[in-house]
Structure formats: structure tokens, C-alpha cells
Nanobody, 130 residues
Framework: QVQLAESGGGSVQAGGSLRLSCVCS????????IGWFRQAPGKEREGVAG????????DYRHFVEGRFTISRDSAKRTVYLQMNSLKPEDTGVYYC???????????????????????WGQGTQVTVTS
């Protein structure tokens, strides 16, 4: 059964940190690349970061580069998003998603391709207060 389950969201003051987790079903973790997306109130869903199956190549949107780190733990079938130096504009629902690497990167960087990403979790709320 395809499954992506996010956790770790919460409320934090600007400048603080949170770590999001995405536990994946085995068939997803062993066959798909994984990414994080977010959706702020009243805005479209956007890509944040991705990590490829195999080599673990990572890619980030410019607005999180240097502050967020995506990583994975194969033993736990979990992908993490470490978020540091959080800003109020980072507020939103964060989603874990999975697809082939090319399709995932397309979704990360092209708004029109987000809806085509194949698998999605239910999301976890992140609120950053000033």
C-alpha cells in the first residue's frame, strides 16, 4: 500500500527550528524519489526540496537553500526536512511527495507540474510567528 506519513509540524518563533519527518511505505521508499512541498494560506502549493533515490542527490528552492536540509534514513524508511532560521513566510502546510526523480524535480521548480507529482501525504502544519 502506497503511504507517506508526515509529522513534526508545530508552531515556532522566527529564527527557530523544526524537523519534519516523512515515513514511507517500503514500495515507495525503494522505488521513488522523495520531496517536500508546502502550501501557504491563499497560495498555490510550491516545491521546497527533494532527494533522489539511489545517489541521494538533493535539490532545493532558492528561498530555503542554506536554511533547510533534506536527508533520509534507509533503516527507518524516513525522509527528513530540517528547517533552521525559520521565517514567518515559511508558514504553511508541508507535504511529503514521491515520484520518479525527473517528475519530482519538475514539480519542485515548475508550478504547473506540482499537481502531476504522483504520490502525496496528508500534510503537517508549520506556523512561524514573528
Amino acid at each position: 500500500q502506497v503511504q507517506l506519513a508526515e509529522s513534526g509540524g508545530g508552531s515556532v518563533q522566527a529564527g527557530g527550528s523544526l524537523r519534519l519527518s516523512c515515513v514511507c511505505s517500503e514500495d515507495i521508499f525503494t522505488s521513488q524519489s522523495i520531496g517536500w512541498f508546502r502550501q501557504a494560506p491563499g497560495k498555490e502549493r510550491e516545491g521546497v526540496a527533494g532527494i533522489s533515490l539511489g545517489r541521494g542527490t538533493t535539490d532545493y528552492r532558492h528561498f530555503v537553500e542554506g536554511r533547510f536540509t533534506i536527508s533520509r534514513d534507509s533503516a527507518k524508511r524516513t525522509v527528513y526536512l530540517q528547517m533552521n532560521s525559520l521565517k514567518p513566510e515559511d508558514t504553511g502546510v508541508y507535504y511529503c511527495a514521491a515520484d520518479e526523480w525527473t517528475a519530482l524535480v519538475s514539480g519542485l521548480f515548475r508550478a504547473a507540474a506540482v499537481k502531476s507529482v504522483k504520490y502525496w501525504g496528508q500534510g503537517t502544519q508549520v506556523t512561524v510567528t514573528s
